[in-house]
């Protein structure tokens, strides 16, 4: 199956070893699912180092039988990490971890039935400037449930290959091989505007995160983004602590605010679920569910019935 073309810059994943992709979604989405069902019996089960926190490595292979590596990270529903299990998500996907190399690309599963909700953490991922996969996880039961999500608008909007997927029954797979073994993965077209009142911030911090911490100048702004976005950030063992001078422009910054009655971290939320909710609007289609017995209800109703020719037959064989 083809995949459509994609006219956004692209970012080939280091030729001189196998890509390694993060699996990345909010719990209950199917990731662990999905995981099994690409790498089979080639996992590794570990934890990482200093936290009670499941590390699960394995391997699967594209479409020309060349072997990539996939970390499922733990569920996260931000990378604002609120407990160890998000913490350890987060510092992968940022680089913080000396025990895991910062993946190449990323595979972010969410649950269709719920697209808006799962989508935050998404266009937190996208902000990292990596290439990135999106798979439409549970679309049978979106469809079940009246709802239609137009992927092709959704792949144009955001510019990185949408699958539709039912992990569960191992629909999708080929077409999520076949884009995983593309060496032209394209990098988002996402974009959203960060309020203005906040947007210097972003700016300075970012500046000192790329001078300071040797970050990419899209890994420091999103990086920027989050140490704005939760004031109770959790950091756990083996992560990189933040450069005192980053610390200290962020300490001037919510000082500023706090004198002020900005609720910054708020501002940036509404921002990103605004941009959020425009994206969805375009994207889902809510249709009628039919309503009253389902079929194997009106058989059963049938064959159940007192005066049915089905029920006499049963009472005398």
């Known amino acids: 199956m083809a995949l459509p073309a994609h006219i956004a810059p692209t970012a080939a994943a280091p030729v001189h070893r196998q890509p390694v992709y993060a699996l990345v979604g909010n719990p ?12 089979g019996l080639k996992q590794k089960i570990g934890n990482y180092p200093g936290v009670t ?8 292979y594209s479409q ?9 990270l733990p569920g996260a529903y931000s990378l604002a990490a609120r407990s160890p299990d998000e913490a350890v998500t987060r510092d992968v996907l940022l680089g913080r971890r000396s025990d895991t190399p910062q993946p190449d690309r990323i595979l972010c599963i969410v649950d269709a039935t ?16 990596r290439p990135v996969i999106l798979v ?8 079940n449930s009246g709802l239609r999500i137009r992927t092709a608008r959704l792949e144009r909007e955001l510019g990185i290959p949408v699958i539709p ?5 191992g629909k999708g797979l080929v077409e999520l091989r076949l884009a995983m073994s593309r060496t032209d993965l394209p990098l988002s077209r996402h974009a959203w505007d960060v309020p203005a009142a906040i947007a210097p911030a972003v700016s300075e911090l970012q500046a000192s995160l790329t001078e300071h911490s040797g ?13 704005l976005t939760d004031q109770n950030t959790v950091r756990v063992a083996g992560s990189t602590p933040l450069h005192a001078r980053t610390a200290e422009i962020l300490a001037q910054w919510q000082k ?3 004198a002020t009655g900005t609720d910054w971290a708020g501002t940036l939320v509404t921002s990103r679920y605004d941009a959020i909710a425009r994206l969805c609007g375009e994207t889902i289609e809510h249709k009628p569910v039919e309503s009253g017995p389902s079929g194997s209800d009106r058989i059963d109703a049938v064959v159940t019935h007192p005066d049915s020719g089905a029920g006499w037959c049963w009472a005398v064989s």
Request: positive net charge.
């Open 28 to 39: 209950n989405c199917g990731k662990s699912t999905l995981f099994n069902a690409l790498t």
């Open 215 to 227: 970050k990419s100048p899209l890994v420091a702004r999103a990086e920027a983004l989050l140490l």
């Open 53 to 60: 926190v499941e590390k699960k490595v394995g391997t699967t």
């Open 256 to 258: 500023r605010w706090s």
């Open 114 to 129: 719920n697209l808006e909700r799962n989508l935050y953490l998404v266009h937190q991922i996208l902000d990292l400037g």
């Open 165 to 169: 997927c039912e992990a569960v029954n």
């Open 136 to 143: 439409l996880n549970m679309m049978d039961v979106a469809r």
């Open 64 to 72: 020309h039988g060349q072997p990539m590596t996939i970390i499922d």
